[in-house]
Nanobody, 116 residues
């Protein structure tokens, strides 16, 4: 089994920053892609950022220039640094790990609320 444990969510004012962390249990996942998605009530789940084993990153247009994804392969941990937060960033953020090309594992989600 793969378990993803997320932390770092909370309440911040617009313009503030948060850093989310997600640690995967076990080992041997450094070659897997990891990332973050988010979902707000009434909206579809949205891919926010992803990072491959080689360090290649991708971002949703809505967060480019504000969010940065990184990973520590030895710790099976992925981070999402969120700066210049906006109220529209309010959502539940889910970490994921692509265990295989067919199997994506998800964390429990962490709430991020940005007040105006």
């Amino acid at each position: 089994q793969v378990q993803l444990v997320e932390s770092g969510g909370g309440l911040v004012q617009a313009g503030g920053s948060l850093r989310l962390s997600c640690a995967a249990s076990g080992s041997g996942f450094s070659s897997n892609a990891m990332g973050w998605s988010r979902q707000a009530p009434g909206k579809q789940r949205e891919l926010v950022a992803a990072i491959t084993s080689g360090g290649s990153t991708s971002y949703a247009d809505s967060v480019k220039g504000r969010f940065t994804i990184s990973r520590d392969g030895a710790k099976n941990t992925v981070y999402l640094q969120m700066n210049s937060l906006k109220p529209e960033d309010t959502a539940v953020y889910y970490c994921f790990l692509d265990r295989t090309v067919r199997a994506r594992y998800w964390g429990q989600g962490t709430q991020v609320t940005v007040s105006s």
